[in-house]
C-alpha cells in the first residue's frame, strides 16, 4: 500500500492564480482531511471529508474549495491564491472519525508570490 | 474548546542523554484521544502513538515512553538514550469524540528535539 499520497510536492503560485493540490489515499479509508501548517506552527485544519459526496469545513476554510467524488480522491482547491496561503499543506486519511489515528501524506509545500 | 500546549520549542540535548517532552491540554468532553507524531527534517508526518482517556496505564516502545496523567491533563513523552535520529518535531495533538468537535484533530505548536552527536 502506498498509504497516502499527494502531488505536486513543492509549487509556486503567483497571486491571484488558482490551482488543485491532489490526495489519494489506497487504505480504504472513509475520513480524509486536509490540513495546513505555517513555519513553526502545529496543523490547522481545513476541511474534511466523511464520506464520499460529503464535506465539511474545519478551522480554516476560506479561500479554499474542497470534493470528494470518490473515497479514495480528495483534492484541495485554492481559488485567487493570496500569500497568506503559503504553506506547507497535508493530506489524511483514517477509518473512523477524528479519533481514530489519521496517517499523513509527504505533504506539498506551497509558496504564493 | 480542545487546545493542546507544548511549552517547549526547542530542546538541545547531546546523545544517549534522556529527554522528555510536556504535552497540556484541554478538554470539556470525557472521552478523547491523545497522539503524538514526529516530524522529521523529510517533512513527513509520522504516527508514534494514540491513546484514550479511559487508559491511563503508561507506555513503552523501544526507547519511547508516554506518561498520562488525566489528573494534570498531561501527556508527556520521554525518549530515552536518545540518538541522532531522534532528532525532529514533535507534536501532542488531542482529538474530543464528541460531534460537535467537527471531527478535528487540534495540534499542540510541536517540540523540536535537537540531538548532537
Known amino acids: 500500500n502506498a498509504g497516502v499520497t499527494q502531488t505536486p510536492k513543492f509549487r509556486i503560485l503567483k497571486i491571484g492564480q488558482s490551482m488543485t493540490l491532489q490526495c489519494t489515499q489506497d487504505?480504504?479509508?472513509?475520513?480524509m482531511y486536509w490540513y495546513r501548517q505555517d513555519p513553526g506552527m502545529g496543523l490547522k485544519l481545513i476541511y474534511y471529508?466523511?464520506?464520499?459526496?460529503?464535506?465539511d469545513k474545519g478551522e480554516v476554510p476560506n479561500g479554499y474549495n474542497v470534493s470528494r467524488s470518490t473515497t479514495e480522491d480528495f483534492p484541495l482547491r485554492l481559488e485567487l491564491a493570496a500569500p497568506s496561503q503559503t504553506s506547507v499543506y497535508f493530506c489524511?486519511?483514517?477509518?473512523?472519525?477524528?479519533?481514530?489515528?489519521?496517517?499523513f501524506g509527504p505533504g506539498t509545500r506551497l509558496t504564493v508570490l | 474548546a480542545q487546545k493542546v500546549t507544548q511549552a517547549q520549542t526547542e530542546i538541545s540535548v547531546v546523545e544517549k542523554e534522556d529527554v522528555t517532552l510536556d504535552c497540556v491540554y484541554e478538554?470539556?468532553?470525557?472521552?478523547?484521544?491523545l497522539f503524538w507524531y514526529k516530524q522529521p527534517p523529510s517533512g513527513e508526518l509520522v504516527f508514534l502513538i494514540r491513546?484514550?482517556?479511559?487508559?491511563?496505564q503508561n507506555e513503552i516502545s523501544g526507547r519511547y515512553s508516554w506518561n498520562f496523567q488525566k489528573s494534570t491533563s498531561s501527556f508527556n513523552f520521554t525518549i530515552t538514550a536518545s540518538q541522532v535520529v531522534d532528532s525532529a518535531v514533535y507534536f501532542c495533538a488531542l482529538s474530543e469524540e464528541s460531534k460537535a468537535a467537527g471531527n478535528k484533530l487540534t495540534f499542540g505548536g510541536g517540540t523540536r528535539v535537537l540531538v548532537k552527536p
Open positions: 478538554t470539556r468532553d470525557t472521552t478523547y484521544y
Open positions: 487504505m480504504n479509508h472513509n475520513y
Open positions: 491513546r484514550n482517556s479511559f487508559d491511563e
Open positions: 489524511a486519511s483514517s477509518y473512523g472519525g477524528g479519533v481514530d489515528t489519521q496517517y
Open positions: 471529508s466523511v464520506g464520499a459526496g460529503i464535506t
